[in-house]
């Protein structure tokens, strides 16, 4: 399997893993919240079912947020090939190699790690549009893109 592919298929199985755990999150504040029962207290189960909506809610903003990463994940074309950085490009760089498609951190495909980031990211934003070669600092470090694939 080609190592672009490899690396879109690992970042598809982030969001796969994400999304079940947070529809897992959802599933257990809603029991939780189901389960409170009125104590003499008296606030007290009011509270405890606002505190689970509240993790809802969370998790629901999470789970749209998820489903805003698979739509750019699946706007990538991973057989493209470019000289300059787009989505889908594999930069290697003196400071690591990064896959552009979706924040999804660390990613070990043929043995390196690659780190999966957003070209909206920071690091993505300076890659964005550059060829090999080129020169850019970053959080203190001197970057130079040794390929661009």
């Known amino acids: ?7 879109y298929l690992l970042c598809g199985e982030y969001i796969t893993n994400r999304e079940a ?3 897992h ?4 504040a809603r029991e939780a919240a189901n389960n409170e029962t009125k104590s003499s207290a008296g606030d007290k189960y009011e509270t405890g079912r606002e ?4 993790e809802i809610d969370l998790n629901i903003t999470r789970l749209n947020e ?8 699946e706007r990538i074309i991973p057989e493209q090939v470019s000289s300059i950085v787009i989505p ?7 400071n690591g190699s990064y896959y552009l498609a979706i ?12 780190y999966a980031i957003s070209i909206e990211s920071p690091i993505g934003e300076k890659l964005a549009g550059q060829k090999a070669g080129h020169k850019f600092d ?11 694939s």
Not at 103 to 114: E, M, S
């Open 1 to 7: 399997m080609k190592l672009k592919q490899q690396l």
């Open 21 to 23: 755990e947070i529809k």
């Open 25 to 28: 999150a959802i599933a257990e």
């Open 51 to 54: 505190t689970m909506q509240q």
């Open 66 to 73: 998820l489903g805003k990463l698979k739509l750019t994940l």
């Open 88 to 94: 889908g490009s594999i930069v290697r760089t003196n």
């Open 103 to 114: 924040g999804a951190g660390k990613l070990n495909a043929d043995g390196v790690t690659y």
């Open 138 to 148: 970053f959080n203190g470090r001197k970057y130079v893109i040794e390929s661009v």
